[in-house]
């Protein structure tokens, strides 16, 4: 019997799409042989207003991973009114890829010590694995998980798994993806540099900067 892939899921607003986002997505493909799935959120209930709409983050997504083995981008949030939960988009895959599938959602440890605000937080696991990867000023710390977010240590300290062994089962697990190097480059800086004219090309894989000359994305407003 053929065993697929596991599918890692790599959630988030992608405003824009940089390289630091495309090297955790191979880092986590080439560590866990897995298929990773990139989906940009429509209205991520955590952030404020995205700058590009969801057709352009979607398209700028798309020149970055193209030509990258095993990895892809999932439109699903794109078309949900309302906030994107991580467990409606959870409860639909799983109902499409079945029962026994491994499936993993990726997060950065800043979004870990927050975990306790996503929405129905603890079904999460009933639905697949978490991955963690640590982010510049926030790293997977268990003291200090222990300290910020009580309720989220308590409930993952018993999940703790190699990630390798994701997929062997279908959900329930967490686990660390050590990075060979953090990565400097945030969406939230990017578009900075863009709008007071600094040095950014070098942040986003050639065909992303582009799209973003090309459709005037994050510069200051005109009137």
Excluded at 127 to 144: I, K, T, Y
Excluded at 173 to 179: E, L
Aim: hydrophobic content about 45%.
């Amino acid at each position: 019997m053929t065993v697929s892939p596991m599918l890692v899921c790599y959630g988030g607003t992608f405003d824009p799409v940089h390289n630091g986002h495309v090297a955790v997505a191979r880092t986590v493909r080439d560590a866990l042989s897995a298929q990773v799935a990139l989906l940009p959120a429509h209205d991520p209930p955590h952030k404020g207003p995205t700058r590009a709409d969801a057709r352009q983050r979607a398209a700028m997504l798309d020149l970055a991973v193209d030509g990258e083995p095993g990895l892809s981008v999932d439109r699903r949030e794109l078309s949900r009114q309302g906030p994107s939960f991580t467990v409606d988009t959870l409860t639909e895959l799983r109902g499409e890829l079945g029962a026994e599938a491994p499936i993993a959602w990726l997060i950065g440890a800043d979004s870990l010590l927050q975990l306790a605000s996503w929405h129905r937080w603890r079904d999460l696991f009933e639905l697949a694995h978490l991955l963690v990867v640590d982010r510049p000023g926030a790293a997977v710390d268990a003291d200090a998980l222990a300290q910020q977010a009580p309720e989220v240590h308590a409930e993952i300290a018993p999940r703790w798994r190699d990630p390798v062994q994701f997929a062997e089962t279908a959900h329930g697990g967490i686990a660390q993806v050590p990075m060979p190097a953090l990565r400097p480059e945030s969406s939230t800086e990017l578009r900075r540099r863009i709008h007071d004219g600094e040095p950014w090309y070098d942040w986003v894989p050639p065909a992303v900067a582009a799209y973003i000359i090309r459709h005037g994305l994050y510069k200051p407003a005109t009137v």
